[in-house]
């Protein structure tokens, strides 16, 4: 989607192993995001960016870390990755009144 | 805490016609509403934002309701076209700044030729 860029699309990892993914804007948008879809579940927020260096949980944090030390940057780690974080996960971007703009998503599969 | 519902869960119907799909919300104190649409394997699309002063937002084809009393919004899909087939999400923001959107589990919708 423009202006917005995930990376990367597909990942396979071994259980245990940490995993980062990325998310690039060129919006310049304040709210960063990053959820994850799941059959039976839909879209669930995992953690949220204010700002540069401002991160808050959201619903179903447990396992996940976030970083953003630009603007432009939002990265997801799962520390250790085990198979219940088998999903796809999806960042989006917003400014104040605006809707979301959602990047196309990492389909991310844990063995 | 906020829950949102979509009925029905899957909808098909023959090209042409005029459909509703709808959308629940169990709090009313929402800041704004979204409806996406979403094709398989892919990413979201946002089709129409509601903020909650407003009563309906429309974009071509598509119309949005907005009942925050009642906590319901229904999008109106007019002269279905094939080309609308897809998973279509409702989503409630419950406050400013930061939107953490709680979403429904989506309805999919197939239009048949």
């Known amino acids: 989607d423009a202006g917005i860029t995930q990376s990367p699309r597909h990942k396979v990892t071994e259980t245990g192993t940490p995993v980062t993914l990325r998310c690039h804007q060129t919006e310049n948008h304040r709210y960063m995001y990053w959820y994850r879809q799941d059959p039976g579940h839909g879209l669930r927020l995992i953690h949220y960016?204010?700002?540069?260096?401002?991160?808050d949980k959201g619903e179903v944090s447990d396992g996940y870390s976030v970083s953003r030390s630009k603007t432009e940057d939002f990265l997801l780690t799962l520390e250790s990755a085990t198979s219940s974080q088998t999903s796809v996960y999806f960042c989006a971007i917003s400014a104040d009144s605006y809707g979301y703009t959602f990047g196309s998503g990492t389909r991310l599969t844990v063995v | 805490k906020q829950e949102v519902t979509q009925i029905p869960a899957a909808l098909s119907v023959p090209e042409g016609e005029n459909l509703v799909l709808n959308c629940s919300f169990t709090d009313s104190a929402i800041y704004n509403l979204q409806w996406f649409r979403q094709d398989p394997g892919k990413g979201l699309t946002s089709l129409l934002l509601i903020q909650s002063s407003q009563r309906e937002q429309t974009s071509g084809r598509l119309n949005a309701s907005l009942d925050k009393s009642s906590g319901r919004s229904t999008l109106y899909i007019a002269a279905s076209q094939p080309g609308d087939s897809a998973t279509y999400l409702c989503?409630?923001?419950?406050?400013?700044?930061?939107?953490?959107?709680?979403f429904g589990q989506g309805t999919r919708l197939t239009i048949n030729p």
């Open positions: 989503a409630v923001n419950g406050g400013q700044g930061a939107q953490k959107l709680v």
């Open positions: 960016s204010y700002g540069v260096k401002d991160t």
